[in-house]
């Protein structure tokens, strides 16, 4: 991913008003994230911990989406396995994300959700450069490469759904 500057983010957001978009936290040390290392930007907001943002590229535009954190905890002896990027977690390493839809669906309070890492490192866990705590990563047959193209096709497929102003 391109290194993005704040005013490519918060222009970029799609299910929040341009008020909300100026006013949300944005990710500290932004110019010091590792670019070259990301599919798409993705944290939590340290001054609210049930909002959590999400920004990629998807069908050539910048996307990003705002998302509601549950505050479920769950249990350290279960795990859960990301949908996006297939990493293990122990208890709350996996959260369910939900975004309000784009447009008119959103408006009417419509909603999409999957089960993300937690943290939105995605990127990290899947090259190897960040380890799920208690849990270990399972060796796939498919290269890393291949998991990175899975990982955006999975991203990509949870923007569509909140880009779809209509209810399936």
């Not at 590229?57 to 996307?63: A, D, I, N, R, T």
């Not at 990003?64 to 859960?80: A, E, F, I, M, Q």
């Not at 193209?149 to 209509?166: E, H, I, P, Q």
Request: charged share 20%.
């Amino acid at each position: 991913m391109q290194p993005l500057n704040e005013n490519e983010i918060r222009e970029s957001f799609v299910n929040c008003s341009k008020g909300e978009a100026r006013r949300l936290n944005l990710p500290r040390g932004l110019a010091e994230l590792p670019w070259e290392q990301l599919d798409f930007l993705g944290w939590r907001d340290p001054g609210a911990p049930d909002r959590a943002y999400l920004v990629a590229h998807h069908g050539g535009e910048l996307v990003g989406v705002t998302l509601r954190v549950p505050s479920v905890r769950r249990s350290l002896t279960k795990s859960n396995v990301c949908s996006l990027c297939v990493t293990a977690h122990a208890g709350s390493g996996v959260a369910l994300l939900a975004a309000r839809r784009a447009g008119a669906a959103g408006r009417e309070g419509n909603s999409v959700g999957s089960y993300i890492c937690a943290d939105l490192a995605c990127s990290l866990y899947v090259r190897g450069l960040k380890k799920s705590t208690l849990v270990t990563r399972p060796n796939e047959s498919l290269p890393v490469e291949e998991q990175i193209v899975r990982t955006v096709g999975n991203l990509d497929a949870f923007l569509a759904k909140v880009l779809t102003d209509s209810v399936a």
